[in-house]
């Protein structure tokens, strides 16, 4: 996921993704070399270069300041680089396989545990101060702007948050890793500040992974059973 601290940060449209190929192959090109070769016409190219770079992905340079027009060209931003960049995918896969394979059962929930810490503090800092519900909804929209379909429902008062698609098809391997399960609840509980319980999954049937917030009761519970 990309964490960025952009409020007008929003999942790339197809069209606006071909922009963003052709300046990672080729960067400082121009509104006229992109009609060329993308054949749509300039303002097909300057709507979609300004959308880019409204949402933070590339950045113009005056090339020129003669009579007429400047000229601009564009180039991608550290965000840009990122979006356009190698996949991360096998290094995560690996990392979690030999986080898997360590015998020591303690190490490895440890292990987790403190990965799981470490990204949700870093979801925290890009959550605005509010109650446990606007926390809650403003995770969910969060989440949803990273591509995963996420959705915040209010139950008879119990703020609920709902992951409709495990943010991390890749590393599961189709098979049922409730390890994931686990590391995504310590990380949605350390983003809201706030224990999560984990009250649907789809690994069990449902049609979404949902969290609520653990009661006191059960909170106490289940910090006695981790200190026995």
Same mark, same amino acid.
């Given at each position: 996921?990309?964490?960025?601290?952009?409020?007008?940060?929003?999942?790339? %449209?197809?069209?606006?993704?071909?922009?963003?190929?052709?300046?990672?192959?080729?960067?400082?090109?121009?509104?006229?070399?992109?009609?060329?070769?993308?054949?749509?016409?300039?303002?097909?190219?300057? @709507? /979609?270069?300004?959308?880019?770079?409204?949402?933070?992905?590339?950045?113009?340079?005056?090339?020129?300041?003669? %009579? &007429?027009?400047?000229?601009?060209?564009?180039?991608?931003?550290?965000? &840009?680089?990122?979006?356009?960049?190698?996949?991360?995918?096998?290094?995560?896969? &690996?990392?979690?396989?030999?986080?898997?394979?360590?015998?020591?059962?303690?190490? /490895?929930? &440890?292990?987790?545990?403190?990965?799981?810490?470490?990204?949700? %503090?870093?979801?925290?800092?890009?959550?605005?101060?509010?109650?446990?519900?606007? /926390?809650?909804?403003?995770?969910?929209?969060?989440?949803?702007?990273?591509?995963?379909?996420?959705?915040?429902?209010?139950?008879?008062?119990?703020?609920?948050?709902?992951?409709?698609?495990?943010?991390?098809?890749?590393?599961?391997?189709?098979?049922?890793? /409730?390890?994931?399960?686990?590391?995504? @609840?310590?990380?949605?509980?350390?983003?809201?500040?706030?224990?999560?319980?984990?009250?649907?999954?789809?690994?069990?049937?449902?049609?979404?992974?949902?969290?609520?917030?653990?009661?006191?009761?059960?909170?106490? @519970? @289940?910090?006695?059973?981790?200190?026995?």
């Amino acid at each position: 996921m990309d964490l960025e601290n952009n409020p007008n940060h929003s999942p790339i %449209r197809p069209v606006d993704q071909l922009v963003l190929d052709l300046l990672r192959r080729k960067e400082g090109l121009t509104v006229t070399d992109l009609t060329e070769k993308l054949e749509v016409t300039a303002t097909a190219v300057r @709507q /979609r270069l300004d959308r880019l770079e409204e949402s933070g992905y590339l950045e113009r340079r005056k090339q020129s300041a003669g %009579r &007429g027009r400047p000229t601009y060209s564009y180039f991608l931003t550290d965000l &840009g680089w990122r979006e356009v960049g190698v996949t991360y995918t096998d290094l995560a896969i &690996g990392l979690w396989s030999e986080v898997l394979a360590l015998e020591d059962e303690t190490l /490895r929930h &440890g292990l987790i545990q403190r990965v799981s810490k470490r990204m949700g %503090r870093v979801f925290r800092e890009l959550l605005p101060e509010g109650t446990l519900d606007e /926390r809650m909804k403003s995770l969910a929209n969060l989440m949803a702007s990273r591509r995963i379909p996420t959705s915040f429902d209010n139950a008879n008062g119990l703020p609920v948050l709902e992951v409709h698609a495990c943010p991390y098809p890749d590393l599961t391997g189709g098979q049922h890793d /409730r390890n994931l399960c686990h590391l995504e @609840q310590q990380v949605l509980s350390e983003a809201i500040g706030q224990p999560l319980e984990l009250s649907m999954c789809k690994l069990d049937g449902h049609s979404c992974c949902q969290f609520k917030p653990l009661s006191t009761h059960s909170h106490e @519970q @289940q910090s006695t059973l981790r200190n026995q």
